[in-house]
């Protein structure tokens, strides 16, 4: 195959005007369903049978206590419902106990690892009630808890951030369900399967034989799955199976649907704040380091020619498969259409980049907003020291408690990645679950828990993780990978609604503008680089130098 130039400017172009469009409306209308003081009739019925009263705000505890009992309790559904499968008929068997505990982190958490083959392992009513369902809910927990940050930095000397409930009914109502219904008619009409049977039994008189044919509500968990950036496939090959991804369309529409919600968000936290400028320097900074990752990705790809084969997606090319593998790295999708453990050592040092970066460009439904606000409040930290005065962020003081919760939420996922990495390293009898050899080898792993604590859910295919070691450790790396941080973020969120407005003075940083947004594009990739290189070095860098 031959990587076209072309051929990449013109999807790029056409995806770029699509979000262009969508970014102020989409923005402006979602500012509106979490500052309206109206409840939908669904949404009613919902506080009615949760025993919520709407007009309650919480403090920040009581809204992560809210967060975690939802997300506990949603596990432990996830995972009963899976052992108990074999009691539904035509549903298949019981699923396996580690796979089932696997799985149902992953879903809740918003990874979608997958470590199992979806349509033998799991019956319709499990993927459409159960998985489907959880694309809905853990996406909408992730706006959810970016809005409570807006509301804290808005917010002056209050405990109060909103009520988690309401947030959740209308992210899924309002936001997430709309969406999800248009982009699923828009898949039936380019050839996605949407059906109830699971498979069908047809000759094949060409080859003489008998097929079964998998079918399922395919069309409607794809939209879901990439609208919330989830990423978890109705097929064991994902985006590259030709019932969840027939043509060139359905391809672009899929990248568009990616990174729609998480590129428009900037702009509903410009607007809930009041200064649209604020949202406008976020995205700015999003978009930079989605284009130079774009970039490298397709230079990495294309500086190979002859390794490109095996695994990439042969009706689109190398370069809508770059434009994908891009999009679902720096979301937290994880869906793929082109076998991240087929590319070139470079190309896959750069997916795993794009996960190490935090997810911020733009990141992942809500995550990848909060993880960016995150860094901007550690930017203008930085930038406070360097004028001899005390930071200042939307005319909050960020004080010694604010940079403790900052550093620890950048901390995390890297603690989580290279701890378990080393620890799996350290297994021969673990290791014989990634059967590469040398620096690939240690790719695999290190790609594995840099997916699972940054909830993305791709995977160098290589590696075996259905054993109870793999799934244990990368359950609790995506389960700590989500919760440890939003736990942070709320805390932040609390903090910051706690104290009274400072006016801005003559030596107030600016938090917008090109000077600004130089400054925290900087520090997000510095503090990746530092923080990744030696595990990079040891794994991509020298398998791609070795070549």
């Known amino acids: 195959m031959i990587f076209s130039l072309a051929s990449l400017f013109t ?133 959810a808890v970016a809005v409570a940050l807006i509301r804290g930095i808005k917010r002056t000397k209050t405990d109060q951030l909103g009520n988690f409930w309401v947030d959740l009914a209308r992210a899924c109502f309002r936001i997430l369900l709309p969406l999800a219904v248009i982009a699923a008619v828009v898949f039936v009409v380019t050839g996605v399967v949407q059906n109830f049977t699971m498979s069908t039994e047809v000759n094949n008189a060409a080859l003489g034989v008998q097929q079964n044919i998998p079918g399922g509500p395919v069309a409607s968990q794809e939209a879901i799955k990439l609208l919330g950036t989830n990423g978890g496939g109705y097929f064991n090959a994902n985006s590259a199976h030709p019932f969840e991804n027939p043509n060139a369309y ?13 590129f428009s968000l900037p702009y509903t936290y410009g607007r809930m704040v009041g200064q649209q400028r ?42 809508a498969s ?64 360097m004028v001899g005065r005390t930071p200042e962020f939307m005319g909050k003081k960020i004080t010694a408690k604010q940079m403790k919760l900052a550093a620890l939420y950048i901390l995390v996922t890297p603690t989580l990645v290279l701890v378990m990495t080393g620890i799996t390293m350290l297994l021969p009898e673990q290791l014989s679950n990634a059967p590469a050899s040398g620096s690939h080898q240690f790719s695999e792993v290190l790609y594995a828990f840099t997916s699972a604590a940054n909830n993305n859910g791709s995977a160098f295919g290589g590696i075996t993780s ?19 941080p939003i736990i942070l973020v709320l805390a932040l969120a609390g903090s910051l609604a706690g104290q009274r407005h400072v006016p801005e003075s003559s030596g107030t940083v600016p938090t917008h503008g090109p000077l600004f947004g130089s400054l925290l594009l900087v520090i997000s990739v510095v503090l990746t680089a530092l923080t990744y290189f030696p595990a990079l070095a040891l794994g991509p860098l020298a398998e791609g130098l070795s070549r």
């Open 250 to 262: 359905s391809n672009l529409f899929s990248i568009l649907l990616i990174l729609v919600i998480p």
């Open 322 to 385: 770059s434009l994908f593998a891009t999009a679902t790295t720096v979301t937290s999708t994880g869906a793929v259409d082109v076998a991240h453990d087929s590319l070139t050592p470079l190309a896959g040092g750069m997916a795993m980049l794009n996960m190490m970066l935090g997810e911020v460009a733009p990141g992942g439904v809500g995550s990848g907003l909060y993880g960016m606000l995150v860094l901007a409040i550690i930017s203008v930290f930085i930038a406070g020291l």
């Open 11 to 143: 999807q790029l172009a056409i995806l770029l005007v699509l979000l262009a469009l969508a970014h102020k409306p989409l923005g402006l209308y979602m500012a509106r369903v979490f500052e309206s003081n109206k409840n939908l009739a669904p949404e009613r019925f919902f506080y009615r049978m949760a025993g919520v009263d709407p007009a309650a705000d919480q403090k920040w505890s009581t809204y992560l206590r809210s967060v975690l009992a939802f997300s506990i309790v949603g596990i432990l559904f996830v995972f009963l419902l899976q052992r108990l499968q074999g009691l539904l008929p035509g549903q298949g068997t019981a699923v396996d106990p580690w796979v089932a505990m696997n799985t149902a982190i992953s879903f809740v958490t918003n990874t979608n690892w997958q470590t199992y083959v979806p349509e033998t392992t799991l019956g319709i009513l499990v993927q459409m009630l159960l998985l489907a369902v959880q694309n809905f809910l853990s996406a909408a927990v992730g706006i």
């Open 466 to 484: 259905s054993g109870p070691y793999f799934a244990t450790m990368l359950g609790i790396a995506m389960f700590l990978g989500r919760f440890v």
């Open 278 to 319: 604020q949202g406008y320097t976020i995205l700015s900074v999003m978009a930079g380091l989605w284009a130079a990752s774009t970039a490298l990705m397709a230079w990495a790809m294309a500086a190979s020619p002859t390794a490109l084969g095996e695994g990439y997606e042969q009706r689109f090319g190398p370069a």
